[in-house]
């Protein structure tokens, strides 16, 4: 007897659906898995096997024979189990058949028939949704996760014999509690980080919060030890909550990855990714012999920080030039082309030479010229171009250190409503295909959106005379300046605001040597 059951498999972020046959025929007992599958997909005949017989149902002893469709694209993981018992369970008539059409099937199966948590539900729940199917049937460490859908039902399950029951007209098993349940963070709103804890640099708060207001990506440049890594740490904390949208692309990256922790539902929380400068290339952008997402579609929606930019891998730093522009990323292997979605902010801070004093107002530097230009050299001019922000941050004083937090000093959550309402000004201006956020602003939008006055053209010219800008750097400036405005409240741009958004071109300016 043949029976056909409904599952998913993932091509990047991408669902797809996969259609599992089988076949139950006479013959010499014997268990066949086809279809490209990979030696997880292989080792789960005996998973399934066992879990057949451990729950109290009959495994044929038979022919038995598994095909994996479309056969020509290769299948990962041990979330086939499930449908594949239920295949063999159906062909034998231990399981009707009348519900199979209606549902995508996925799972791994212990031995004992309980059911285990798979990444990738979420691609695979829309896949099913885009197909016209009318639900999922997942473990119960997936059901949160299948159930950010909300027009999908999701029949969760916790043994095959549950399965069984469900497909057999049953009920399902009790849905967990808290279907809105964030994933934990050690940044972001809900955690003891507060932008208010960081004494003294209100220069450097600001850069925070005109990067936060248009998307821009910002580098820190300091002594070690005067704040860099506490500033970047609390950047999270004045961002926007999430979109619907981004949370699904979110956490559609974190579940390929296999990083949503049990029972967790939809991102609640941006991301905020900080690898060691160790990482390489392909932790860093995504890779390997079966393309996976790296750190930089991990921080999709959120935020990359790199701490001590100069010490990471010179290639691992230029493979991101181009997903910065983006904002995603494409991987190309012999048998296969992915992309994942790349559209983070990236905060970055490195020290201005390698003794890490050169500039401090009181510490002598010890490095030659030619040191330092090999320091700086690390980090090439292409990657320094697309940071629309530039900084100096110099040691706070003591003053700043021993008295008690100044009154005045803003929250995260005061400066977060001031960053959500310039944010909604972008939101509002957006038509068709144009960026929600300043810094993706296309370039033919400038002149409707960042439209300069007299003087604020005479400003950004002597600018760029003098700083040899860039034609990106000078449409850069641009957007900074329209961040400044919107964070203003104000419809056209001022001189005040073109020149400080000049002003955040500090390596253009000065060089990292001096403040």
């Known amino acids: ?194 932008l208010a804890e960081v004494r003294g640099q209100a220069t450097v708060k600001r850069a925070l919060e005109v990067a936060a207001a248009g998307g821009h990506n910002l580098l820190m440049v300091g002594p070690p030890g005067v704040g860099k890594t506490m500033l970047a740490k609390r950047l999270p904390g004045i961002l926007p909550s999430l979109t619907r949208g981004e949370a699904l692309v979110a956490t559609m990256v974190w579940s390929v990855a296999g990083l949503l922790p049990p029972g967790a539902g939809l991102l609640r929380r941006r991301p905020f990714r900080a690898p060691h400068h160790t990482a390489s290339e392909s932790a860093l952008v995504g890779g390997g012999r079966v393309p996976r997402p790296g750190e930089i579609s991990l921080a999709h929606a959120g935020v990359l920080c790199l701490d001590e930019l100069p010490e990471f891998r010179r290639n691992a730093l230029e493979a991101m030039r181009q997903p910065l522009e983006e904002g995603s990323v494409t991987i190309t292997r012999a048998m296969s082309t992915v992309s994942f979605p790349s559209d983070f902010m990236l905060v970055a801070s490195m020290n201005p030479c390698p003794c890490g004093n050169l500039g401090h107002p009181t510490k002598p530097c010890r490095c030659t010229p030619a040191t330092v230009r090999r320091y700086l050299s690390r980090v090439s001019g292409p990657l320094m171009d697309r940071i629309d922000i530039q900084v100096h941050v110099l040691p706070p004083t003591v003053g700043e250190l021993e008295g008690e937090l100044p009154a005045t000093s803003e929250t995260s959550e005061v400066v977060r409503e001031r960053v959500e309402r310039a944010r909604g000004l972008q939101a509002a201006r957006a038509t068709g295909a144009c960026a929600l956020t300043n810094a993706g602003l296309p370039v033919g939008e400038l002149p409707r959106v960042a439209a300069l006055t007299g003087e604020g053209r005479a400003i950004l010219r002597g600018a760029v005379s003098r700083l040899g800008l860039s034609a990106r750097a000078y449409h850069r400036v641009l957007r900074i300046a329209r961040t400044i405005a919107d964070l203003a409240g104000a419809e056209v741009l001022e001189p005040a605001h073109v020149a400080e958004a000049v002003q955040y071109r500090s390596l253009d300016r000065t060089g990292p040597a001096t403040r």
């Open 1 to 194: 007897m043949l029976a056909t059951v409904f599952s998913g498999g993932v091509s990047g972020i991408d669902g797809y659906i996969v259609r599992v046959e089988a076949d139950v025929s006479r013959g010499l007992p014997s268990f066949a898995t086809v279809g490209l599958g990979d030696s997880a997909v292989r080792e789960g005949r005996d998973r399934v096997a066992s879990a057949i017989r451990n729950s109290g149902l009959t495994f044929p002893v038979e022919r038995i024979t598994v095909n994996l469709a479309p056969a020509d694209v290769r299948k990962e993981g041990a979330g086939f189990d499930l449908p594949i018992a239920i295949g063999i369970l159906a062909a034998t008539g231990q399981v009707d058949r009348r519900l199979l059409d209606r549902y995508a099937i996925a799972g791994e199966l212990a031995l004992d028939g309980s059911t285990r948590r798979v990444n990738g539900v979420l691609p695979v729940a829309i896949a099913a949704e885009r197909e016209g199917l009318g639900g999922v049937l997942v473990p119960l460490g997936n059901a949160l996760e299948a159930a950010a859908l909300d027009s999908l039902r999701v029949l969760p399950v916790g043994s095959l014999r549950a399965a069984v029951r469900v497909l057999s007209g049953g009920p399902p098993d009790e849905m967990p509690a808290g279907t809105e349940r964030a994933i934990r963070s050690d940044h972001g709103r809900g955690t003891p980080v507060d």
